[in-house]
Every structure is written in C-alpha cells, then in structure tokens.
C-alpha cells in the first residue's frame, strides 16, 4: 500500500514539474498547426487509432506543412509527394539530419549508420554504401549470386510443408536475413539453427512493439514514461542480446582477421579501426560498429521479409492478379530455369504488383523521424535548426493526386496505356533525398527474385475466401505490419 502511494505522489511530483516548464516555446516561424498544451502539446488533437490517423486528419485542416507538439517538442509534419520532394531533394542538406524514434533512441544512441549525425553519419554512411557494394549490393552479378543461392533453399523449405498450412513469416524472414548475414557476417545460418531463429523472433517482436500504440503514446511523453515499465524496456533487452551476439561475432572476426582478405563488412570495419587507431576522433570505433551492423541486419531482414508477407496476403486476396502474375512468369520465363533479374524488364506486370505491394503495404508510414540542421526557410516559413521533421510516406503513397484508386490495391496505378511499367513521382517507400534507404538496391531485387521465385513453382491458396481476408494492419505505427495469416503453397 506504502509503496502504491509512493508511485503516485513520484508521478504526481513528475508531472508538476513537467507543468511548471510552461508552454512550449518555438524560435522562427514555424508552420501553422494545433495550439499546444504546456507538457501535453497537441494530445487533445491526436486520434485514438494513433499518430498516422491524427496527422492525417490535422493535414485536412492545415494543409500539407504543419507543425504539431509531440508532448511538449515541436515538430514539422510534411504530407503529399511534393511537399516531401521539395524538403527531402530540392533542400537534401538542410533537412539531412535524423530524428529519434523514443523507443529505440536508448539502443541506439546517436550511433550507427541509421541514426547518427553530423562527420559521423557522413564517415559512416560513405563508408557502408562502398563496403556493401564491394560485397554483393549494387553488383548485379554479385548480388544475384547471393539471391540465388537462397532461392534453391527458398522452394525447398516450402515444399517440405507439402501443402500444409503454415504462417509464412519465418521463411520469409530467414531469406531475407540471410542475404544480409552474407554480406555483413560473412556467413549464413541453417533455417533452423535456434541461435538463429532467436534472433529473427526478437527482431519480428521488436518491430512489432516499435509500432504499437503504446510506443506511440511513448513518443508522446518519452521523458517521463521512460522512467516506467512499458515496450521500451522490451525492445531494448531484445535489442541489447542481438547487439551481444553481434558482439561475439566481432570477437571472433577479430581473432581470425587476415588484413590481406577481407571477407565481409565487419572484417573490412576492423581493417579501419586499425588504420584510424591514432586518430582521437575517428568515427571507426567500437560503439559504431555495434550499432550499424545492428541498423542493417535489423533493417535487412524486417523491411523486405514484411514486403513479402504483405505481397503474399494480397495474391491470396486478389487471385486474378496473381494469375496474371503466373501467365507472364510463363510466358517470359517458363519452368526450366530460374528467373534473373534481367526479366524484370520483360515483366511490366509482374514488376507493376510489386510496385503496388509496396505502395499499398506502405511499410513505414510516417517516415523515419529528419531534423534540420540550419535555420532553414520552406514555403514562407522559418524552421528552427534541430527541430524534427516528419515526412508522412503514407501521404505520397496514397495520394489521389498520383493514383487513380489510392485505397485499392490495382496494379494499374504503375501500367501505362500500352501495358508497359511507368513511373510515378509519389512512389517514395524507400523516402528520398541524403537520407534514403541504404539497401534500396538489393531490397528491389529480393522481391523481385523471391516473388517470381516462388509463383514459378507454386500457387497459393488460403482456407478462407478471398472477399473475407481481413487486410487490417496487425500494427500501424513506425512501420505497418501484416496480420497474422495462413498460407498454402500448392506446386504447380
């Protein structure tokens, strides 16, 4: 009972002082949105369904550059794909900066490719994108070699089921993270070894906790919350043991190190720590190595595997589509050999559906979090240097600006008239500008391998009816998740 009243008198005593900070102050001019509480910011305006539903209804109000209070921080929301390509491209160096997500903002710390800023994001982005080129991304025969070598183990592992019903979600995620684990830890794991399988669990529930409404509520109010139980301290215990194996394996590359061979990126990161030792401040050190191997092996594996999921769902959903699909798998590819990625361009409808998976599955929907690293002027109005900045992906994708039927998924919206693949400016889910997705590349040719892959060799079939399978997001936060579903895969 003592220590009940104890709790509450420390949360009351937290939010007093929270109170006593006064209203938010803002420096520039900021764009129009919401007038905030003090400490509360702009709750009274957030929707119950979360922060996407709450941006989108405040964008009917005050158009597609606003500013709303995340508890008591500003921040700038940009809404449609023009508003997003002026902040992200036409002004790439003044909006390059990276925001925090609260719920991973203990793991990472400013760390890591993904999340740091300033010299160290510069050093550590250049030096990621040439050492995954030199190991198999953007190396089209490079990169095909490692897809393909999964995709002999792809149509195995679903054969074995032998048309039973399964939950796809651990074959696809273990063909996604091996692709990554080949090009970082030089090696690739046994579908089912447990340390393995651990750690794609722990990734598959972390993301679903960075997601959650909770771990928005979180963003709301991360320094008082952060003192409380919730899905942050799940998320960084999950995060920490995938750090600590990422650890192990460090020790290991160390002590088998040849500096004559490098033999993935980690060796390659080790070789530069060595030849920057002397330097006091080298961004080559330990903490960096840690959490960028973490930032692309949790990115490697999460965004393609849930691509897929969602992908699958929607054949089951729309079994035309996916017999169109296998008309022209036949037609430019056949039985006899395996499809490469110079089919792509034989395949304008095939490449269309997932053009349209992706636009439709719309895996990140507000964006992964910039800030301004300068005063910096946008349409008439002043942003503050260090204020956040969403750019609402979900805007782009679904604008009806740019696509005819944006609420139905319709392959059409990336077909022209002559049934050829076009282009579309609002198709952003890898975002845009010096902050766009590092794995962009090899990410577009998984789906493309992996999914041609499989309706090669097998269809698909569910035990409920197309008209009653729910699309509903299992979560819709940071990143929007597929429910949970039954698949069969039936040779063909």
Request: glycine residues 6%; proline residues 6%; charged residues 25%.
């Amino acid at each position: 009972m003592e220590l009940s009243v104890l709790l509450l008198l420390a949360l009351i005593t937290g939010l007093l002082i929270l109170l006593a900070r006064g209203h938010p102050k803002a420096h520039g001019h900021l764009p129009p949105g919401p007038r905030p509480l003090p400490f509360f910011g702009s709750l009274l305006q957030m929707d119950r369904r979360g922060l996407l539903k709450s941006f989108l209804r405040l964008r009917d109000k005050y158009g597609d550059v606003f500013t709303v209070y995340l508890g008591p921080r500003p921040v700038v929301i940009l809404c449609g794909a023009e508003a997003i390509r002026e902040a992200l491209v036409d002004q790439a160096e003044a909006f390059s900066g990276r925001g925090k997500i609260a719920v991973i903002d203990q793991v990472f710390q400013g760390y890591g490719v993904v999340f740091a800023n300033g010299e160290r994001w510069k050093a550590l982005r250049r030096f990621s994108l040439v050492t995954m080129r030199d190991f198999g991304m953007a190396k089209r025969e490079r990169e095909r070699e490692k897809i393909i070598d999964q995709l002999l183990v792809l149509s195995q592992e679903i054969a074995r089921y032998k048309r039973a019903l399964q939950d796809p979600t651990l074959i696809f995620h273990s063909i996604t993270a091996n692709i990554i684990c080949s090009i970082v830890f030089g090696r690739r794991f046994a579908y089912r070894d447990p340390d393995f399988l651990k750690l794609l669990d722990m990734f598959y529930q972390s993301f679903a906790l960075i997601s959650s409404f909770s771990s928005q509520v979180f963003e709301l109010f991360s320094d008082f919350l952060k003192y409380f139980p919730g899905t942050h301290r799940q998320i960084y215990r999950n995060m920490q043991e995938v750090k600590d194996f990422i650890g192990h394996s460090v020790e290991k590359h160390r002590e088998t190190l040849d500096p004559n061979a490098p033999r993935d990126f980690i060796d390659t990161y080790l070789l530069r720590m060595d030849k920057e030792k002397s330097h006091p401040n080298s961004e080559f050190h330990h903490q960096n190595l840690i959490n960028t191997v973490l930032s692309l092996f949790f990115a490697g594996t999460e965004t393609t595997s849930t691509t897929l999921r969602y992908g699958f769902l929607l054949m089951l959903k729309y079994p035309h589509i996916a017999e169109k699909v296998h008309k022209e798998i036949d037609q430019v590819i056949g039985s006899h050999r395996p499809p490469a990625l110079d089919d792509r361009a034989k395949m304008p409808y095939t490449d269309a559906v997932i053009h349209e998976i992706q636009r439709f599955g719309d895996l990140i929907p507000i964006g992964v979090p910039h800030v301004v690293i300068k005063d910096t002027k946008f349409r008439g109005y002043i942003i503050p240097k260090d204020t956040e900045v969403y750019p609402i992906l979900n805007s782009a994708l679904f604008d009806s600006r740019y696509f005819d039927t944006p609420d139905t998924f319709n392959p059409n919206h990336f077909l022209d008239a002559n049934g050829e693949l076009k282009k579309n400016e609002a198709f952003i889910p890898f975002s845009l500008g010096k902050r766009i997705c590092l794995g962009e590349g090899i990410a577009r040719a998984e789906l493309f391998l992996f999914f041609t892959t499989i309706l090669q060799n097998f269809s698909v079939a569910s035990p409920v009816a197309p008209e009653d399978i729910d699309l509903t997001p299992r979560e819709c936060g940071v990143g929007k998740l597929p429910p949970v579903y039954q698949i069969r895969f039936l040779s063909r």
